[in-house]
């Protein structure tokens, strides 16, 4: 039978880029995606995916599949109390059970999966995150200015982390 | 004393809705409403934009259903320019629909409310989940996963690209196919057909009538239906008419630029999203005993409305389910037992069109030039008939845009839905987590989409239940996580 899997899922380390573009700051994690693809050496054993809002799908297809990445890396702006364009990182198994369900318009993407892709397939699931500073009601993409800077940082640490 | 019982959000659906549920001072269900977040201010956005330009940009409104957004923006824009394009055009474009359909389906079933039925609705949520379906089912998961890979790829191999979709132009498809391309395709949609084939057998000996019980209590309302048919009456989900079917299987057909003629839309202060509902029946009404004017979308409403099926196989399964449930079917849970017909028809249409000799033809796009028009585009998404409606000047930028999708159809029915589920499941103030899960599956078998407006949430959440007394005071949580 062909070996029909994905070229992202063979690789060992997928980076999965995370939002709407058309909702302001939401569009982070696309941007940092567009910008690793554009300007930075990404290591051939690196998958790096604009998953937009479709980032179910490839985390199903991951948890019921035999060939998975040894280490996701999300990348996902979220609004955690921080200072807009500050960076921080999460495991998900740090997340605070009540946090999931706090994070209200903006919540982390598919938390439970990504939690159950960690304990019950042993994938190292880390997620990259910015504070956002708006994530608007109505369609408006571009992402705020103090987010601007923070997208080359976010390129720097996934690449530190693609080891 | 009155209580209101909040549930947010409802996991495994694709987006984030609220459910809040009020009991009365016996603890038995008085009211309830679903709140969906709707997309808003995309219409706005796209006025001022040249009109070829939407087919690309409308992908981003939804990472579930792209393909559908893509070809209902395509059809709107041949429209707006009023070019009939060429047959093998549309020929790829329907190849693109079917692909993506199975591929929603097959996700659907196995992932979003497979786990209600194959680890059970009132299984611990800790392994009524996807990992819980591998784990259950090795060997069939290793199939689902493959056959979800040769979608991509095959959408790749004809489209270039499956994720963010660019090659529906207005006036047809970009990309021909190559007749080794085909040869390539051929096995791969095979291979579809047959998980599709071992699907339906698989849920009508071990699924369905397990739950036959269920199927048959659960969120069971009365209500019309809306969908495309063919000019023949067969089911259609690319490009054809509409049906509006009433409660009593009586029915109208009406092309796509007369939909406001037979859609109306009513507003609730308690929702961000409007309620369509029909016209002809002259008012709104989501009175359990006495509805008005609601209709259902989606693939009961398909598997209703139509009068046949092209495709051999998917039409011997509508005959076994005309016999066993009727026209139109009513009962809510049977969403999924259409859904697998569906997938049966793409998967054997999908294999019919790569058979087809026109399927690598290079006439596949015609020149288009702009003027100050109004055009219609619809198609049948997975989750409802899907409707953009645009208005160019004469140099074809976008001066008006009305966009109805497959969810917003379904909102009154999905507030029906729940109500009636929840008035069946909660008696005298008891309720468990098994009995909340039963209220979920009746708006799961809607496979509402609500990702347009929630960014990039997959539903895979946990559930948080508020009790709150008359005067919004918590009393009590409950909680699955």
Known sequence: MDDVTLSYYIKPVLVLGCGNLLFGDDGFGPKVVEYLKENCPVPDHVAIVDAGTGVRDILFDIAISERKPRKIIIIDAMDAGKEPGEIFELDVSQIPQKKIDDFSMHQLPTSNLLRELKELCSIDVKIISVQVEHIPDVVSPGISASLVGSVRDVCEKVLKECV | ?481
């Open chain 2, 1 to 481: 004393m009155g209580e209101k019982i909040v549930i947010q959000p409802v996991t495994r659906i694709e987006g984030h809705a609220k459910i809040t549920i009020q009991l009365n001072d016996a603890g038995n269900v008085e009211n309830s409403w679903v709140n969906v977040i709707e997309l808003r201010g995309f219409e706005k956005f796209c006025i001022g934009k040249p009109v070829e330009e939407l087919p690309r940009i409308v992908t981003s409104i939804c990472g579930v259903c792209p393909w559908s957004h893509h070809l209902a923006s395509a059809k709107a824009c041949d429209a707006v320019f009023g070019v009939e394009i060429p047959s093998a055009g549309k020929k790829l474009r329907e190849l693109c629909n079917s692909i993506a359909y199975t591929e929603e389906h097959i996700l659907h079933f196995y992932f979003l409310a497979g786990s209600d039925f194959v680890i059970g609705p009132d299984a611990d949520y800790s392994i009524r989940n996807v990992i819980g379906i591998a784990r259950k089912m090795p060997d069939v998961a290793k199939r689902v996963v493959r056959c979800r890979w040769l979608g991509a790829q095959m959408l790749e191999i004809v489209s270039g690209k499956s994720i963010h979709p660019v090659t529906a132009v207005p006036g047809g498809f970009s990309k021909p196919l190559r007749k080794d391309e085909v040869e390539r395709l051929k096995p791969m949609a095979r291979e579809v057909l047959d998980l599709a084939q071992f699907t339906m057998d698989y849920a009508k000996k071990n699924i369905f009538p397990q739950y036959l019980n269920v199927v048959k209590t659960l969120g069971v309302i009365q209500t019309g239906f809306l969908a495309t048919v063919k000019n023949d009456g067969a089911l259609e989900l690319y490009n054809g008419i509409l049906r509006m079917m009433t409660p009593d299987g009586k029915y109208e057909d009406f092309t796509y630029d007369r939909y406001t003629d037979y859609i109306a839309e009513h507003v609730e202060p308690w929702s961000y999203l409007k309620f369509p509902y029909m016209k002809k029946a002259g008012g709104f009404s989501m009175d359990l005993n006495n509805p008005v004017g609601i209709y259902r979308t989606n693939t009961l409403a398909r598997i209703n409305v139509c009068d046949k099926i092209s495709t051999p196989l998917a039409q011997i399964e509508l005959e076994e389910f005309r016999k066993n449930f009727g026209r139109p079917a009513q009962l809510t849970l049977l969403y999924h037992w259409a859904r697998l017909i569906e997938l049966l028809h793409n998967a054997e249409r999908a294999v019919e069109l790569l058979n087809g000799p026109e399927i690598t033809s290079i006439d596949i796009r015609k020149l288009v030039v702009p003027r100050a028009a109004r055009g219609v585009g619809c198609v049948e998404a997975p989750r409802g008939t899907l409707i953009h409606d645009y208005e160019t000047d004469s140099n074809g930028i976008v001066t008006n845009v009305n966009l109805i999708v497959g969810t917003t159809h379904n909102n009154a029915p999905i507030n029906m839905s729940v109500k009636k589920a929840a008035m069946q499941v909660i008696k005298d103030g008891e309720y468990d987590e098994g009995i909340l899960n039963r209220i979920e599956m009746a708006i799961r078998a809607y496979d509402p989409c609500m990702s347009c407006a929630t960014h990039d949430i997959d539903g895979t959440l946990p559930v948080k239940i508020n009790i709150v007394d008359k005067k919004m005071n918590v009393i009590g949580t409950l909680k699955n996580f």
